[in-house]
């Protein structure tokens, strides 16, 4: 199994500012991942956080709004760029130790 | 064709019931079928997986069943509790390098 923890738990944050969301796993692990959640909703991927690469997004998501980065086998970040009031979500964390994927805490964000 | 279906989208039963939530496929590829619980305010946790090739599994009171031909699977939860009240998420993928698909989640209320 993996443990992620993930910082910070919560921000209120303005428009056009950005918010950098850190992901520690307790473990190595292979793949990394980002999501987004909406109350009430399903989870959307974001991008898989590539260890020495650059991030693969899905479609709707662009490097230039959310930049993520993967520096070793147990740490990420994502960051939110030039928020929104639309941006306003849950943050989830997750990865994998195959066939397991872990998530983290989340990170509730509110843009004002 | 990458889509999981799930259902129902609530449900409400008594304590001591058993609440049954099912997800439907089509990719037959798919050879990885998770459930998560969602507690609010928390990141999804595994609860139970199954592979193709069992038609059951049983963790505790969660049991998965699984109908390859009908590309079926759904989670009984037996003696339901109301500390069992939470989301739960079906997903299923074709191996540990593709990301998860998501079902759209069940809103699940044990009454005491």
């Known amino acids: 199994s993996a443990v992620i923890s993930q910082k910070p738990s919560r921000d209120i944050c303005q428009r056009g500012t950005s918010l950098t969301i850190q992901c520690q796993v307790d473990?190595?692990?292979?793949?990394m991942f980002w999501y987004r959640q909406q109350p009430g909703q399903s989870l959307t991927l974001i991008a898989t956080?590539?260890?020495?690469?650059?991030?693969?997004?899905e479609s709707g998501f662009v490097i230039d709004k959310f930049p993520i980065s993967r520096p070793n086998l147990t740490f990420s970040t994502l960051t939110v760029s030039n928020m929104s009031p639309e941006d306003s979500s849950i943050y989830l964390c997750s990865a994998t130790t195959p066939p397991e994927q872990y998530f983290g805490p989340g990170t509730r964000l509110t843009v004002t | 064709q990458q889509q999981v279906k799930q259902s129902p989208q609530s449900l409400i039963v008594q304590k001591g019931g058993i609440p049954i939530i099912n997800c439907a496929y089509e990719?037959?590829?798919?050879?990885?079928f998770p459930w998560y619980q969602q507690f609010p305010g928390k990141g999804p946790a595994l609860l139970i997986a199954?592979?193709?090739d069992v038609s059951e599994k049983k963790e505790g009171r969660f049991t998965i069943s699984f109908n390859k031909s009908a590309k079926q699977f759904s989670l009984h939860i037996m003696d339901s509790q109301p500390g069992d009240s939470a989301t739960y998420f079906c997903?299923?993928?074709?191996?540990?390098?593709?990301?998860?698909?998501w079902g759209a989640g069940t809103k699940l209320i044990i009454k005491p």
């Open positions: 473990s190595q692990v292979t793949m």
């Open positions: 997903a299923a993928r074709p191996d540990s390098n593709y990301q998860l698909i």
């Open positions: 956080a590539n260890q020495g690469s650059e991030a693969t997004y």
């Open positions: 990719n037959t590829a798919f050879d990885y």
């Open positions: 199954i592979r193709p």
